[in-house]
């Protein structure tokens, strides 16, 4: 069964430091996203991508955030300069288009374990 | 704005009895819930979704149901095993949207 992936499985940082974060969507899957989680609490919208550009983000996903799909099958989420709370896992996931042109059910990775020291 | 309220946020149950999760949405334009089981570690893993054209819906040993008039949705898990225990996660979307809004979750013990 296809299956989202997520590398690294763990980044430590230094605060101030940039990150990337990279993510291999399912290979049919259309419409990419980035969620974050800080420990114990829910799992948080940051951004959804489709046909190379941000169809939607939440007020999380300031400027210090950027998306990119720098080739047919990456997609990656840079932070320019971590902050302390930005320590949190990171899931990506993807959803495929259904007839009509939406989405729905979305699909996640394993998520990556972002530490800012 | 949009917002998932979950409940309860522990649930402990013995192995062979029934557990139940609710949650209530406020958004009234959303017809996509899925229910997503996170495991210690791991990303959220779909279980089982409802849409709002149906008002139930079962898989083995899982159901949802769905009250839109109340913007309610619950998930039943009959003969739990302890491999049952995880977080929970209800949510909510619109189709044609982007955002899923997660409740809080709820972590499940199944006690052997």
């Known amino acids: 069964e296809p299956e989202v992936t997520q590398t690294p499985s763990h980044q430590v940082t230094q605060m101030g430091q940039e990150v990337i974060l990279r993510c291999v969507p399912i290979?049919?899957?259309?419409?990419f996203y980035w969620y974050r989680q800080i420990l114990g609490q829910k799992v948080e919208f940051l951004v959804s991508?489709?046909?190379?550009?941000?169809?939607?983000k939440s007020e999380i996903f300031d400027d210090q955030f950027s998306v990119e799909r720098p080739d047919g099958s990456n997609f990656t989420l840079k932070i320019r300069s971590t902050k302390l709370e930005d320590s949190a896992m990171y899931f990506c996931?993807?959803?495929?288009?259904?007839?009509?042109?939406?989405?729905?059910?979305?699909?996640f990775g394993p998520g990556t374990r972002l530490t800012v020291l | 704005g949009e917002n998932v309220e979950q409940h309860p946020s522990t649930l402990s149950v013995q192995e062979g009895d029934s557990a139940v999760i609710k949650c209530t949405y406020s958004d009234s334009a959303s017809n996509y819930f899925p229910w997503y089981k996170q495991e210690l570690g791991k990303g959220p893993q779909l279980i089982i979704d409802?849409?709002?054209?149906?008002g139930e819906k079962k898989d083995q040993r899982i159901a949802v149901t769905l009250n839109k008039t109340a913007k309610h949705f619950s998930l039943h898990i009959t003969e739990t095993q302890p491999e049952d225990s995880a977080v929970y996660f209800c949510?909510?979307?619109?189709?044609?949207?982007?955002?899923?809004?997660f409740g809080a979750g709820t972590r499940l013990f199944v006690k052997a």
């Open positions: 991508f489709y046909n190379n550009e941000i169809s939607e």
């Open positions: 949510a909510a979307s619109v189709t044609g949207g982007f955002k899923t809004i």
């Open positions: 409802i849409r709002s054209n149906v």
């Open positions: 290979s049919n899957h259309l419409y």
């Open positions: 996931a993807s959803s495929r288009r259904l007839a009509g042109g939406s989405t729905d059910t979305q699909y």
